[in-house]
């Protein structure tokens, strides 16, 4: 549904984007996920033809982003960051306008506009200046604008930002459950959210897609696992032995004193559980608790992104 090859995107010396190559298909729900100024925003901005890309190619439900943007923007609902709405205008009066704006004909507009308004939780609203709407409310109408035409693709830029938690939960349910009919792509830099709606994560970072898959193989294959454990015995001499087993990549201190926590960071396919016991019991220290953890979603985006810093 989305094609996207050696996109780049450069404001003067800024390089926003710089070719990413990926590929959404039909019913999808996809993440964005990144940083501030990562490039999300531009990403989808070109994606919806709101954006000249300065290179590559792209397309949307079979539509060149270049050469027909007509038929993206008819097979596309958008809802951009930070609700651009008019605000002089009634909800219900502004859904109906946009309706008209994407041809939606006359005899079905009232009720696509009811059907929208029911579906994002604005019909008792429907009467009020959107000026005057709350924040959370005005990102109602806007993902109510981006489902009049019942688009196949929906793009939807940080949908949660700024709502209320049980706003936010309504929010996921509801972009769960558009799923179902349209194929979707988030952006967000909260992980939890990601992790939650989306099937496929696309970490993008400097302008440069390093990551795509499921949230859980992001988690276990690309940062490997954690051993969290509780050692009686000389604290140096603990981490020194735990070192030394092979498949250790890191081992952080929570805690120190008679007995000893220790964050053990395991590299990929790896399991050093037996070995530490062994180890343990060799040593004659006492082991009070051992178990392994798989790295969160939050653990692979920080490994993932600050690492990328460090290599530029
Ligand atoms: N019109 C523009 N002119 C110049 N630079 C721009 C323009 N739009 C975006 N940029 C730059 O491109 C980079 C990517 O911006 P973008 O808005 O795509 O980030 P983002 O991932 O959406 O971030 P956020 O999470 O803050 O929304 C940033 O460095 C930004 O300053
Ligand atoms: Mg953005």
Redo the contacts with the bound molecule.
């Keep these: 549904m989305i094609e996207v090859e050696h996109l780049s ?1 450069q ?2 010396p ?1 390089v ?2 710089d070719d990413i190559t990926f590929k959404v298909g039909k019913g999808e729900i996809v993440g964005l996920l ?12 070109m994606l919806t033809c709101f ?1 000249p890309a300065t290179a590559g190619s792209a397309s949307v439900a079979g539509c060149d982003v270049f050469r027909n943007s007509i038929g993206v923007r008819k097979n596309v609902g958008y809802m951009p ?1 930070n609700n651009p709405l008019y605000t002089d205008m009634r909800v219900e009066e502004y859904l109906r306008y946009r309706a008209a704006l994407k041809s939606i004909p006359v005899w079905d507009r009232r009720k696509r506009v009811a059907a929208c308004m029911d579906r994002c939780a604005i019909s008792d609203v429907q009467a009020q200046i959107v000026g005057t709407l709350s924040r959370g409310y005005r990102q109602r109408v806007c993902l109510a604008d981006a489902l009049l035409g019942s688009p196949p693709v929906l793009i939807l ?2 949908p949660t930002s700024g709502l209320d938690p049980n706003q936010i939960r309504e929010t996921r349910t509801l972009i769960r459950d558009l799923a179902r009919e349209h194929t979707v792509m988030i ?1 967000s ?1 909260i992980l939890p959210e990601v992790e939650m709606t989306c099937e496929r994560v696309l970490i ?1 970072n400097r ?1 440069r897609i390093v990551a795509d898959d499921t949230p859980g193989n992001l988690s276990s294959t690309l940062s490997g696992d954690f051993v969290e454990v509780e050692v009686k015995g000389p604290a140096k001499e603990v981490r020194a032995a735990f070192e030394k087993i092979s498949g250790v990549s890191e081992i952080a201190d929570m805690k120190e004193g008679e007995f000893n926590w220790l964050e053990i960071r395991v590299a990929k396919d790896k399991d050093v559980r037996d070995d530490i016991f062994r180890c343990v019991v060799e040593k004659k220290w006492a082991l009070r608790e051992m178990h392994r953890r798989r790295a969160s979603l939050e653990e692979v985006f920080a490994t993932i992104t600050t690492g990328s810093e460090k290599d530029n």
Excluded: Y
């Design positions: 995107k404001f003067g800024i926003a984007v990144g940083p501030n100024g990562a490039g999300k925003t531009t990403t989808m901005r954006l960051e830029d940080e952006s830099h993008i302008g």
